[in-house]
């Protein structure tokens, strides 16, 4: 563990912003392995988030390393749930789920606690604070072993 933040004090060596600095630190955080221990972008950062009105308009289901529709909130009628989705902007689920398990505190090895804060509320943080939200979101999709792109 020590290890770990003296690699990462090592990369403290030069301004950086508000975000910056959480996406460094959050990974570490999640590691001391204590639910209590947590860390949150600035006020200022989170007061801008919630001006930023574009959320992913779905309710998303992980499990077993992939993701499925589980409400959809959007005029798009093919986004029904239980469809897999496979991507978001281009990012592959197995990639949004390890980036999530990183930085999600739990106490110890607890991946179920994880998995249910990911299930519950995580997915549009983490879009919003560490991949670009654009005006729109791109999605691949699978259904029936045919891959989509909505």
Same mark, same amino acid.
């Given at each position: 563990?020590?290890? =770990?933040? =003296?690699?990462?004090?090592?990369?403290?060596?030069?301004?950086?912003?508000?975000? =910056?600095? +959480?996406? %460094? /630190?959050?990974? /570490?955080?999640?590691?001391?392995?204590? %639910?209590?221990?947590?860390? +949150?972008?600035?006020? @200022?950062?989170?007061?801008?988030? $919630? #001006?930023?009105?574009?959320?992913?308009?779905?309710?998303? $289901? +992980?499990? #077993?390393?992939?993701?499925?529709?589980?409400?959809?909130?959007?005029?798009?009628? @093919? %986004? @029904?749930?239980?469809?897999?989705?496979?991507?978001?902007?281009?990012?592959? /689920?197995?990639?949004?789920?390890?980036?999530?398990?990183?930085?999600?505190?739990?106490?110890?090895?607890? !991946?179920?606690?994880?998995?249910?804060?990911?299930? @519950? $509320?995580?997915?549009?943080? %983490?879009?919003?604070?560490?991949? =670009?939200?654009?005006? !729109?979101?791109?999605?691949?999709?699978?259904?029936?072993?045919?891959?989509? !792109?909505?």
């Amino acid at each position: 563990m020590d290890l =770990e933040f =003296e690699k990462t004090e090592s990369l403290i060596n030069t301004a950086m912003t508000d975000m =910056e600095f +959480f996406t %460094l /630190i959050e990974p /570490i955080i999640a590691k001391v392995g204590c %639910l209590h221990t947590n860390i +949150f972008p600035s006020k @200022q950062f989170s007061d801008n988030y $919630w #001006d930023t009105p574009l959320f992913l308009p779905l309710d998303v $289901w +992980f499990e #077993d390393n992939k993701a499925y529709v589980r409400n959809n909130y959007s005029d798009l009628k @093919q %986004l @029904q749930p239980g469809l897999e989705i496979v991507k978001i902007n281009g990012i592959t /689920i197995s990639e949004i789920v390890d980036h999530a398990l990183r930085r999600i505190p739990s106490d110890g090895f607890n !991946e179920t606690l994880k998995m249910f804060v990911l299930n @519950q $509320w995580y997915l549009n943080i %983490l879009l919003s604070y560490y991949y =670009e939200r654009g005006e !729109e979101y791109i999605l691949v999709v699978k259904k029936e072993g045919v891959e989509n !792109e909505v």
